[in-house]
């Protein structure tokens, strides 16, 4: 298993559209093609405004084929392009688990 750690920074004020925008729009497409939510976090303290998530795939060429099929999907296209209006900045990671994580 590997994971995609995203880490964005939003405009202030925005955690809630970008958080309607994931649930709602995002969310059903990725998960529809493969790509499946482990986890979604607000900075509580530190960074305000700044969210991060863990997606899983099963290899990185799950990821690819996942995120090759997204990448052709119009309704992804717009809801991505959404996220992305209400994003400052954003990272991503692709990370692997140690042999003694509890997540694998």
Same mark, same amino acid.
């Given at each position: 298993? %590997? ?13 809630? @559209?970008?958080? #309607?925008?994931?649930?709602? +729009?995002?969310?059903? %497409?990725? +998960? ?16 305000? #405004? @700044?969210?991060? #998530? ?9 990821? @690819?084929?996942? $995120? ?6 119009? #309704? ?5 392009? $959404?996220? $992305? /209006? ?14 003694? /994580?509890?997540?694998?």
């Amino acid at each position: 298993m %590997i994971y995609l750690l995203a880490t964005a920074q939003l405009h202030t004020g925005k955690l809630q @559209e970008f958080s #309607d925008i994931l649930s709602k +729009e995002y969310l059903p %497409i990725a +998960e529809k093609h493969g790509q499946k939510l482990v986890g979604a976090w607000r900075t509580v303290v530190g960074n305000v #405004d @700044e969210i991060t #998530d863990l997606w899983a795939f099963n290899s990185l060429a799950h990821f @690819e084929q996942v $995120r090759g099929a997204l990448a052709q999907n119009p #309704d992804w296209q717009k809801a991505y392009a $959404r996220l $992305r /209006s209400v994003i400052a900045a954003e990272s991503h990671k692709i990370i692997g688990p140690l042999s003694f /994580s509890p997540l694998k």
